[in-house]
């Protein structure tokens, strides 16, 4: 009789099935990289894996959820349920180091807690300014570089 793998083994390989999901609206990052799979618990026989959004009105909760599920059965998880934990709210604090590096790589300016100027993602300068609080999605803002004066979104810090 084959013994079952560790509480440990299956955690594990529900995080690396889930670090390959895509963010829908930011491709270049992970779910796992955004700090969105808040945690997998493990219960006997029963996994769980929390979700929770980037802001309880973000339109691709649902399309992470459902990308999420589509991982984890093709990875032969179809037992493992998924749930949204909305409390504690997610932060920006939850994005990993690789995330932020991610992030930076694909355009994006990291959040920066200290609230300073963003460190423009193409030239590295922090002589920037917001231009709108509005940019691509409702997580980002609009920045301009006053270096090499090429806009950039920046995520909020929240």
């Given amino acids: 009789m084959a013994?079952?793998?560790s509480s440990d083994v299956i955690e594990q390989r529900i995080f690396d099935v889930l670090a390959q999901v895509p963010d829908p609206e930011i491709p270049a990052v992970s779910i796992v990289d955004l700090?969105?799979?808040r945690g997998v618990s493990i219960d006997g026989d029963q996994a769980a894996v929390?979700?929770?959004p980037t802001y309880s009105g973000c339109p691709a909760t649902h399309a992470i959820e459902l990308a999420?599920?589509?991982a984890l059965d093709?990875?032969?998880l179809e037992a493992v349920t998924i749930?949204?934990?909305l409390s504690p709210a997610w932060s920006t604090e939850m994005i990993s180091a690789e995330g932020r590096e991610k992030l930076r790589r694909y355009g994006i300016a990291p959040p920066v807690e200290?609230?300073?100027p963003a460190e423009c993602p193409r030239c590295g300068s922090r002589d920037t300014h917001e231009v709108s609080r509005f940019g691509s999605t409702p997580c980002k803002a609009l920045w301009r570089c006053n270096s090499c004066s090429e806009p950039f979104d920046r995520f909020k810090c929240h």
């Fill in 35 to 37: 700090g969105i799979v």
């Fill in 74 to 76: 093709e990875a032969g």
């Fill in 68 to 70: 999420a599920r589509l």
């Fill in 3 to 5: 013994s079952q793998p």
């Fill in 50 to 52: 929390a979700l929770t």
């Fill in 114 to 116: 200290s609230g300073g």
């Fill in 83 to 85: 749930r949204t934990v």
